[in-house]
Every structure is written in C-alpha cells, then in structure tokens.
C-alpha cells in the first residue's frame, strides 16, 4: 500500500510566523502534491513536483513556496503566516506524470494562525 | 479551462436507501474522472476512477459511476446506503490542465438509521 505521511495532524501558530509543512511518500512516486481544503471550495492546487528539485505552481500559490530536495519529501512553506491561510493541507503523490493516475492523499494537517 | 460541479453540498439518506450524488464536468479534452472518500480526521481515498475503458465503473464499497458523455456528467450510486458511508465525496476531473486534478465542492453525505 501507498503510504503518504503528513508531520503533524494539528498545528497553531501566530500571524507573522514562518510555518513548515512536511509530507513524505514510501512508495518512489515521482509526482507530489499540496492542496488546501476549504469547506464548500473542495481541494484546490497550491503547488506541485514533478520530480527532484522541481516545482510548479498551482492554482493559488501566494503566500506559500516549496521545496523538494529528496525525492520522498516535498514541503509546503508559509513565509509569514496569516490568518486566512487558516485551512486544512493535504499533499499527495503520484507515481508519475499521466492524467489518468491515481493521487494517493496524507491524512492532512489542519493549521490555525492566529 | 476544466471544472466540476457537484450539486448539493449535503445529502442525507436513509440506511438502506439508495445513495445518489451528482457531479458535472467540463473539459476541453476527454477528461478521466475520480471520485474520492473522505471519512471524518482522513485524508482522501480513492472510490472509483473512469479513464475511458468502460462507461460504467465499479468501485469499492458497492459504489459505481456512470460516465455519460452527451450530459457531461459522472454521478456516483450505491443501491442500498450503510451508516460507514457517512462522509464526504468528491468528484475530480483530469483534462487539459496539465495533468492537474480539478476538484468539485465536495457532497457530505449524513446516513439516517
């Protein structure tokens, strides 16, 4: 099975603060994703990896930056948290590039700024 | 441009009854569709995926889909609804876009005993 772990299923922090979310796939896929959920918006693109070093932005990449320097680990940086950044972050993965694919999604990380 | 339109936000049906949810798409390309699960504190789970062999598509927990190109449409069914099915689903479509997914709004589904 697809395993695609999220560092922490909870986090608060403060307006101004630098936050970083870690995910991490077991399975070699070359393809990563982040998205944010927000009740009646469903899940919407911030960034993706298509490989190593790669990074593409999504649908609504302000505010947020990434970073992929192994291949198992992609993660999602919010330089100066806000409060409307307050949501529900998922990442995915997928083994390679075909839009036919499946995701395979973390349990998510459900961030408060305050 | 795709997109994808899920009518109703909230669905509640009885144990037993059958489970219908709609999903809509557009897609300048012929599009694969998914729909996902998400149970309560999880992550998405993946019901069912159309990637052009068959028109109906089968998937797990007695769920199916029927992809009907002439409507634009891909709604899911289960005959006959379980209190597990409490949760919220989400019709997806991959078109041109890059090879991105484009979600719906998401359907939470309530189960009456």
């Known amino acids: 099975d697809v395993k695609v772990t999220q560092s922490s299923r909870y986090l608060v922090k403060r307006t101004g603060e630098k936050v970083f979310l870690e995910c991490v796939q077991d399975?070699?896929?070359?393809?990563m994703f982040w998205y944010r959920q927000d009740p009646g918006l469903g899940l919407r693109l911030i960034y993706f990896?298509?490989?190593?070093?790669?990074?593409e932005k999504g649908d609504i990449p302000e505010g947020y930056s990434v970073s992929r320097e192994k291949k198992e680990r992609f993660s999602l940086i919010l330089e100066s948290a806000s409060t409307n950044q307050t949501s529900m972050y998922l990442c995915a993965s997928r083994n390679r590039v075909g839009r036919q694919e499946t995701q395979y999604f973390g349990p998510g990380t459900r961030l408060l700024v305050l | 441009a795709q997109s994808v339109t899920q009518l109703g936000s909230h669905v509640s049906v009885s144990e037993g009854a059958l489970v219908l949810l709609r999903c809509n798409y557009s897609s300048s390309v012929p599009p694969y569709l998914f729909w996902y699960v998400q149970y309560p504190n999880q992550g998405l789970q993946l019901l069912l995926k159309y990637t052009s062999a068959a028109t109906l598509v089968k998937g797990i927990n007695g769920f199916e889909a029927e992809f009907k190109k002439s409507e634009t449409s891909f709604h899911l069914t289960k005959p006959s609804a379980h209190m597990s099915d409490a949760a919220e689903y989400f019709c997806?479509?991959?078109?041109?876009?890059?090879?991105?997914?484009?979600f719906g709004g998401g359907t939470r589904v309530l189960v009456k005993p």
């Open positions: 399975m070699d896929h070359e393809n």
């Open positions: 990896s298509y490989d190593v070093k790669m990074k």
């Open positions: 997806a479509v991959s078109g041109a876009a890059g090879n991105k997914l484009t």
